[in-house]
């Protein structure tokens, strides 16, 4: 069973930053692709940052410009650095990894004050 953990959330004022951490248990080499996301009180899940075969990454349009999303094979871990943080940021903060299947991770809160 792959474990995924989060680290890094926490409560920020508007215009901080924050660096969330994903530590995973076995080697992410093999992963297709690698992501965060993020769930708001009363809204969907949703993709925040991603990172794909050949190190290709997406974004929400939210986050452009002020996320930037890493993953270190060697350390196996996948990162998100996130400035310029706005309230609307608020959110659990969730890990994923997978290829045929998805793993995730339990989430890291993110509180970003006005």
């Known amino acids: 069973q792959v474990q995924l953990v989060e680290s890094g959330g926490g409560l920020v004022q508007a215009g901080g930053s924050l660096r969330l951490s994903c530590a995973v248990s076995?080697?992410?080499?093999?992963?297709?692709?690698m992501g965060w996301y993020r769930q708001a009180p009363g809204k969907q899940r949703e993709s925040v940052a991603r990172?794909?075969?050949?190190?290709?990454?997406i974004y929400a349009d939210s986050v452009k410009g002020r996320f930037t999303i890493s993953r270190d094979n060697a350390k196996n871990t996948l990162s998100l650095q996130m400035n310029s943080l706005r309230p609307e940021d608020t959110a659990v903060y969730y890990c994923?990894?997978?290829?045929?299947?998805?793993?995730w991770g339990q989430g890291t809160q993110v509180t970003v004050s006005s």
């Open positions: 076995r080697s992410i080499g093999s992963f297709n692709a």
């Open positions: 994923s990894a997978g290829s045929l299947r998805v793993y």
């Open positions: 990172i794909i075969s050949g190190g290709t990454t």
